[in-house]
């Protein structure tokens, strides 16, 4: 039996202003099974981004979770503390946005970053951190890592700053990795070194890794299930091999067709 590591059930996210209520995520279930790699897609606006936000209470101002359950390896992380949430972020359950740049501290030099998710949530000491940021950037393909370390993230390309971010998410190994199209605007090598990355967390960890992308190239070479989402809810949720063959499939980011709603169970 799949393990459930994450689930996510019937979630509502709103964002509240004076023009009214944006129902960005309306009744979102999924859950993330160990060892395996769910693909979200969705056209532009439909809630993934927030629905990923959700999980770690990340959504900004003026949204809020509203209504739902977050578990993860059965404990409820909605209600928790921005304390508990902290030692559960980087080390179980960690996230990675498309936008490095703005993900990244713009004060802090990278290595610093690096090396605070290690101290925080490992026994090591400053000096072995600094050694495993070293390796880890390494890793990651950053080269000469060791003197790129004092390095600010506005002195580093788009490309560079991905992979800080990649080596600061799978850092502690998460048993959870949410990447929020992790490779887009990236050129193809980089691209493929990241998708590998992604797999080798997976085999080695067994992580589950939900993959938010407009790539149907990268759902179809690395994911084993889909949930498109749609609306604010997700209007499929199938086997891969299923949804690319599906004559149903929305041309992604320009979804012409209304879906009726999908609820956990249904079969389409
Ligand atoms: N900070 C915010 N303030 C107000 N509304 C927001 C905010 N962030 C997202 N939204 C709204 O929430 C809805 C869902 O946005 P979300 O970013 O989750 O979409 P998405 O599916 O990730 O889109 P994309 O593929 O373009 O990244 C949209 O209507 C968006 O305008």
Redesign the pocket.
């Known amino acids: 039996m799949p393990t459930h590591l994450l689930e996510i059930k019937d979630l509502h996210t709103y964002?509240f202003s004076k023009d009214g209520v944006?129902k960005?995520v309306n009744g979102v279930s999924l859950a993330l099974e160990e060892d395996s790699i769910l693909g979200v897609v969705?056209e532009?606006?439909?809630?993934?981004?927030?629905?990923a936000l959700s999980v770690l209470q990340l959504v900004?101002f003026?949204?809020e979770i509203v209504k739902g359950s977050i578990t993860y390896n059965g404990r409820e992380l909605l209600g928790m503390t921005s304390e508990e949430i902290r030692h559960i972020r980087g080390k179980e359950i960690s996230l990675i946005f498309q936008d490095a740049g703005a993900a990244l501290n713009p004060v802090i030099p990278i290595g610093k970053q690096v090396e605070e998710i290690v101290l925080e949530h490992t026994d090591l000491g400053g000096r072995r951190a600094r050694a495993l940021a070293i390796e880890l950037l390494g890793q990651m393909g950053i080269p000469d890592a060791k003197n790129m370390l004092n390095r600010y993230p506005f002195q580093l390309s788009g490309g560079m700053a991905q992979r800080v971010l990649l080596a600061i998410g799978v850092a502690l190994k998460p048993k959870v990795l949410i990447a929020d199209?992790p490779t887009s605007n990236l050129d193809v090598t980089l691209q493929a070194e990241i998708l590998h990355r992604l797999s080798l967390l997976r085999k080695e960890n067994h992580s589950a890794i939900m993959l938010?992308t407009?790539d149907l190239g990268v759902v179809a070479q690395m994911t084993q299930t889909v949930a498109v989402?749609y609306g604010g809810t997700i209007v499929e949720y199938t086997d891969t091999s299923r949804y690319l063959q599906s004559p149903f499939t929305p041309t992604l980011g320009r979804c012409s067709r209304r879906y009726p709603a999908w609820t956990p169970g249904s079969s389409h």
Request: hydrophobic letters at 25%.
């Open positions: 964002f944006n960005a969705g532009s606006g439909s809630g993934k981004t927030v629905t900004p003026p949204g199209e938010i407009h989402m």
